[in-house]
């Protein structure tokens, strides 16, 4: 699955949510993560994601399409993230 | 098409971004906004943006697919936004 993940947590989290996304993901913008993953990876990054959030105040919003190429896109102003595929 | 779209702008400039958004698309988290728009719609959200952003410090991008049931979404944690249909 062609994933994109966006987050919106609380600033005391963000660096924790950010560095366990982008063990499995790629960065493509300040809260937004992009990459393929398969149904079990996707499980793995919720698992470890249920760990870290506070259900109460922070929000994740996940986005999956089955081939990547039903889903294009276009950047207006800075483009930010990485270039790198390296995970 | 099916339009995501995702802004990171200077703080100065958020109040102004959201509010054009809110225009012409749901409101789903913080930061992104969705909705069912035409070709031309898409244009004129753009041409706005462009008249709106510092290419220079903000981003934003935009997703599209062209049936919008490509794209599953998954909320962990908080549901944020709107649930009304109204534009």
Redesign the interface.
């Known amino acids: 699955m062609y994933v994109?993940l966006?987050y919106?947590?609380e600033v005391k989290r963000v660096t924790k949510v950010h560095k366990f996304l982008k063990r499995h993901l790629h960065w493509?913008?300040?809260?937004?993560f992009e990459g393929e993953l398969t149904e079990a990876q996707i499980e793995t990054v919720?698992a470890g994601?249920?760990r870290l959030?506070?259900?109460?105040?922070?929000?994740?919003?996940?986005?999956?399409?089955?081939?990547q190429r039903?889903?294009?896109?276009?950047?207006?102003?800075?483009?930010?993230g990485e270039t790198s595929n390296l995970l």
């Open positions: 994109l966006v919106d947590v493509v913008q300040n809260s937004v919720k994601l249920h959030l506070n259900d109460e105040t922070d929000s994740v919003l996940i986005y999956s399409a089955r081939e039903w889903l294009t896109r276009e950047t207006l102003g800075r483009e930010r």
